[in-house]
Each structure stands twice: as C-alpha cells, then as structure tokens.
C-alpha cells in the first residue's frame, strides 16, 4: 500500500493527521503540487485525477479524497473511533465534516489558488487549462471570514467542532485554520472559543503530521 | 422526524432517490430555494446554514449535507446496500461518489447558480451578499463537459459508477445528468457508456422521486 502525499497542502494533511491519530503507519511517496508533479505523466498514470492524497492498494484499488481514504482506515482500525458508533453520530460527524470542507477548506482554497500565480492555468485542482478568477480571491476572503465566526460560534457550544468526542470534523476544522495562514486570515480576538478549541487541538501530537 | 426538501433542486433529490430505493417513507416539508424561503427567518432558525436537504430528528438534532443524511438512514436500515459492505467498498463508492459532487453536481451548480438572476447577490448556496459571477458560468460548463467525458470513460469499464454494484455514487451522477439539462448540457453520442446507464438507472422506480 502507498499513499501520494504532498507535505505542503491541506488535503494529504488531513490524512497525515488521521493516521497520526490511529498509529498507523503508511509507505508516502510525495508529489510536489506547485511543481506540476500531479499534472505529469507519471502520476496520471496512478491517478488520471491527479489529486492528492490518492491512497494505491497492493491489489492496485486507487482511492482518493481524503475522507474515503480514512473511511477505508476507519474501517479496518475502528479504534479509537473518528468518524461515530452509531448512526446519529456517524451522521452528525459527516454532516459537520462537510461543514468543514463546503464552508473552510473550499473558501480558503478558493482565495488561495486564484491569487497564486503558481496556479495559473490549473483555476480548478487537477485540471489545466482552467484559468484563475481575479473575484475568486476576495470570494473566498469573505466565505473564510463567515467561516472563522461561524466556527467560533459551533465551538462556543461544544467542546470540539461535532460535539463533545474529537473527530475527524476536527482534523478538517485544524487544518483550515492553518492553511487560512497562507491567506493572511488568523483566528482573532472576536473568535475566543475558537481559539481556545485551536490551543487544544494543535498541542496533540497528531498536528506535526 | 421531518426532512426539509425542494422538488426542484438536485441535493434534495438525491436523498429522496437513496429513500425510494430503501423504501423509506419520511414527513417531507417543502421549502422554496429560488423564491428564498430557505433564507427566511423561518428556515435559518431550523438550519441556521440556509441549505436544503435538512433533516431534523426527533429529538432536535440536526443533519443537512445530502450524503450525511444517507448515512443515517444506511446505518438503521443497511439493505439494500448504497454505501458499500466491507473496508474495500466502502472506500471505493465514497470515492467515487464525491468524484460525482466535486467533478459534477459542484461544476453544474457553478454554471447554473451564476447564469440565473434568480440567485442574484447569492452567489454561493445558503449565503447572501456574495454575488455572481459571469466568468464561472463558463467555467462552470467547460468542467461539466469534462466531467461527462470522465464519466463515460468510467462506465466503459464498469457497469456502475463505482463498480458492478448501484450504489449511492449512482444516485449522484443520476441527479447531476439529470441537474445538467437546466444549462443545456445533456449526453451525446460520443457518450455511449454514459447512454447506456442513463438509460438503465432512469429506469428504476426511484428515479421519479
């Protein structure tokens, strides 16, 4: 089993920091995402995708997306439990989880590739010949600051950002808030709950992932 | 329990296609999405997140995110199978079927949402004050047509989306195909293997739900 990773970015973070949290080791194989390494023949050949992480089976299975990479984990290592035990809380962990992607990760996504020149010609991840959108930057500066409040409030109300167990919603939440730093947006004082979940969060020692 | 839905919207039909084909029933209550109900005072105090579909149990607790909502339902009532049975399938049908929401439902949504009036100054769903934008519109339609490229590649070599078994990724690609016509994008005859399931899934009783 081999997983692409690429140390830099959000998505293969997200799974580092799973993993880290099971104790399980996996062979990575990094794939350089500003260089165009994932755009490149030899990694079509794995993924034709061309995302990151993309998680390859010794049976040749290629499984991307970060959350069913850790479904497959979760799965066959069920402890300690990330993803819910039961159905309402596998449901309100993947409903808050979406939460994280839809609301954070797209947002910062959205401001960061469009403003980076890195990204030129590649607007949309894994493809090429998709140009940058100049209003996507400021978009996705606005959708990532309603983000931080609307986190800010979730944590005003429960210990972690699906209730009172740490998940895999809280992988995500963790490593929006550290790629919003490459766009200039921090947790402030307005953002007390989420500062003090974001204290917690990033002293396990998973979040060197 | 009551699930807030909108017949004319995709999302929501996705649940009500993975209800029919699990046969069952729950209390629908309609909320309008163009005319804005869903941004009303009404809705936000159900959903404060604006977006449909939105289960609430009966207990108070609160699940949107269509997929989110699936899995509650997959973990009371597990047969038929749409999510997979083993570490392996699981992966693989969520893989695929967030392929089907980033690659598809997201590049459709994108081309519809900025081209339609209707959604002026809501340029992202569940939000107000982000307006639209004209050059997704074209974005939005270049990503779709890569996306139904994509997908009759993938249905050459498997008789569903994520294998030889219907399963949930289905009932998305089934919803974006269908969501595709409201921007004129529809299967050609350069997608045989898209046809051919086309024609094999809408023929399944729960693809008038």
């Known amino acids: ?65 970060s959350v069913a990479i850790c479904r497959y984990f979760e799965e066959l290592h069920p402890e300690p439990p990330l993803m819910g035990t039961d159905a309402k809380s596998r449901a309100v962990i993947e409903s808050a989880q979406r939460h994280m992607e839809w609301d954070g990760l797209m947002s910062v996504a959205e401001a960061f590739r469009n403003a980076n020149p890195a990204f030129d010609d590649r607007g949309i991840s894994g493809s090429t010949g998709v140009p940058r959108i100049p209003d996507l930057v400021e978009r996705g500066r606005a959708s990532t600051e309603r983000f931080f409040a609307s986190l800010n409030d979730n944590l005003g109300q429960s210990t972690y950002v699906a209730g009172e167990d740490y998940s895999i919603a809280d992988i995500t939440a963790f490593c929006v808030v550290d790629f919003a730093k490459w766009i200039q947006i921090r947790a402030g004082d307005q953002h007390p709950h989420l500062k003090r979940w974001y204290a917690e969060v990033s002293a396990r020692p998973s979040s060197s992932a």
């Open 1 to 65: 089993m081999k997983l692409y990773d690429f140390k830099m970015a959000p998505n293969p973070r997200r799974v580092r920091v799973y993993l880290a949290e099971k104790g399980i080791d996996v062979e990575m194989v990094q794939v350089d995402i500003p260089a165009g390494e994932n755009l490149g023949e030899e990694f079509r050949a794995i993924n034709p995708r061309s995302v990151l992480p993309t998680l390859v089976l010794d049976d040749g299975t290629v499984i991307d997306e």
